[in-house]
Nanobody, 120 residues
Framework: HVQLVESGGGSVQPGGSLGLSCAAS????????MGWYRQAPGKERESVAS???????DYADSVKGRFTIARDNVNNAVNLQMSSLKPEDTAVYYC??????????????WGQGTLVTVSS
């Protein structure tokens, strides 16, 4: 069993900053990719940022230059630092981890979600 625990999030005014953290634990054999997704009310879940085990990073166009993803391979953790936040960044943010669990089982796990609200 693999568990993802997210922390961070909350409410901030436009232009402010917030950080999100996600730590994976349990029956993990290897992690290939880690990333953050978000889902705004009435919209589909979308990818925000991702990072591979080799350090390759990809950002959604809407957050480039404002968000920074970082990975802690030792602790199986991934962080998302968000700055210059806009009201349209308001969403529930989910952590995702892809790789393999023990005994060759494919791993594609999700965090519980954390709400980020950007409002004046």
């Amino acid at each position: 069993h693999v568990q993802l625990v997210e922390s961070g999030g909350g409410s901030v005014q436009p232009g402010g900053s917030l950080g999100l953290s996600c730590a994976a634990s349990g029956s993990i054999f290897s992690i290939n990719g880690m990333g953050w997704y978000r889902q705004a009310p009435g919209k589909e879940r979308e990818s925000v940022a991702s990072i591979t085990s080799g350090g390759s990073i990809d950002y959604a166009d809407s957050v480039k230059g404002r968000f920074t993803i970082a990975r802690d391979n030792v602790n199986n953790a991934v962080n998302l630092q968000m700055s210059s936040l806009k009201p349209e960044d308001t969403a529930v943010y989910y952590c995702n981890v892809k790789g393999y669990a023990l005994f060759g089982k494919v791993l594609d796990a999700w965090g519980q979600g954390t709400l980020v609200t950007v409002s004046s």
